[in-house]
């Protein structure tokens, strides 16, 4: 009977050491390697230590140490990755490696020497850490929302929550824009208002709030009601426009200038407990994605349609829709998922109940159908009110 052999086969058991000891090592021509990702560098690194993500250790470390036989310690976090790396080293033939068990967090409680965070932008890096450890997103994606341009019309309801959200993902511009001022009624759902700010521009106040939140985004701001004349201005440069206007005729004007500058926009609604979203990408996809006349031609008779003022709206209802739009803009920016393009999203409060439904775009639509030229702006105001022109 055959027996396996046990000698130069058998795995090499990995040594543990501690982080004093580890620096001991180091100062006497130890190499300590570091395996943790850039993004865990923002709070510092042991002193000396070379930066090498786990990932990179098989192919990276031979650039570093080419001596087999010069002693390698690794570190990381909390001590599990340092292991798996030593591992790997010693697979590749390194025959001096410890991992310092505890990792960096050990390291730190006992006070051992650290050096500055290697990266020039640590903020970035502690900011969007948990970002940055999903793939989708990572360090390109977070570069990407960090240059993106969202505008919000509405700094109400629905810009509340979707703005402060934008803002905390890392947004690196938001446009807002409203003509209104902080009422005390705006309060029970307008989250980036506060009581002490009541009077105050809605766009000054909500600048207030997403500065306090993330002073790396840039807030522009509009205090004027959207029309015709500003809306090519303001939507100049944006990635994607979020639609949180309480209003037909700014929705009608919103959709129409998206439709001609092609721009992604993120359509929402609220009503009593009902809600509904989706994402309007004529302007890019003629013919294929429709617009929001595509499936509005006409407004509803005004007093068909009342608004929050009118109808009440439950308080986190604009939360929840709204927050579906940020959902939606980052998904566009980072070009990751499936957009809400061409389906229409409905929200029951009160049942807890989604509904989806298919939305085609209109061969006909006066405005988005392939090959038409754009008919130029129009007087919502009166088309919305019923007086045609
Ligand atoms: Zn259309």
């Given amino acids: 009977m055959a027996y396996p052999l046990i000698g130069d086969n058998a795995p090499m058991a990995l040594r543990e050491i501690t982080p004093d000891e580890a620096l001991r090592r180091q100062r006497a021509g130890a190499i300590l390697i570091d395996v943790r990702e850039t993004y865990e560098h923002a709070a ?25 036989d010069a002693e390698i310690l690794a570190i990381c976090a909390h001590g599990q990755r340092s292991l798996m790396a030593a591992q790997v080293l010693q697979q590749l033939g390194y025959r001096n490696v410890a991992s310092v068990s505890g990792g960096t967090a050990l390291w730190i409680e006992q006070g051992l020497p650290m050096a500055e965070a290697e990266s020039e932008d ?39 929550p979707a703005a402060f959200y934008l803002a905390a993902a890392g947004v690196g511009t938001l446009v807002l824009a409203d003509d209104d001022a902080v009422d005390r009624s705006n309060l029970q759902r307008q989250i980036l208002h506060t009581d002490a700010r009541i009077g105050v521009s809605k766009v000054r106040s909500a600048a207030q709030t997403l500065m306090a939140l993330n002073p790396r985004t840039r807030i522009e701001g509009l205090s004027e009601r959207v029309t015709s004349a500003n809306v090519e201005d303001l939507l100049d440069g944006a990635d994607v426009v979020i639609d949180g206007a309480d209003n037909f005729p700014a929705r009608y004007l919103l959709n129409d200038a998206c439709v001609k500058l092609a721009k992604p926009l993120v359509y929402g609604a609220v009503h009593r407990f009902e809600g509904q979203v989706g994402v309007f990408d004529a302007g890019r996809q003629r013919g294929i994605a429709p617009c929001y006349r595509c499936l509005f031609p006409q407004p509803p008779p005004a007093d068909a349609a009342p608004n929050c003022s009118e109808a009440g709206v439950l308080g986190v209802l604009p939360g929840v829709i709204g927050m579906l739009q940020a959902t939606e803009a980052l998904k566009l920016i980072l070009n990751i998922g499936e957009p809400l393009a061409g389906r229409l999203l409905m929200f029951d409060a009160l049942a807890m109940r989604f509904r989806e439904t298919r939305l085609a775009s209109d061969p006909e639509c006066p405005v988005c159908a392939p090959g038409r030229a754009f008919p130029g702006y129009m007087d919502y105001a009166a088309f919305c009110s019923g007086v045609s022109r």
């Fill in 122 to 160: 640590a903020d970035f890096f502690e900011r969007y850490s948990r970002h940055l450890r999903l793939p989708e997103v990572g360090e390109a994606g977070q570069r990407k929302l960090e240059e993106a341009r969202v505008v919000v019309i509405g700094a109400g309801g629905l810009g509340s």
């Fill in 44 to 68: 510092g690194m042991a002193a000396g230590a070379i930066a090498l993500p786990r990932a990179q250790v098989a192919q990276g470390i031979a650039q570093i140490v080419p001596d087999r």
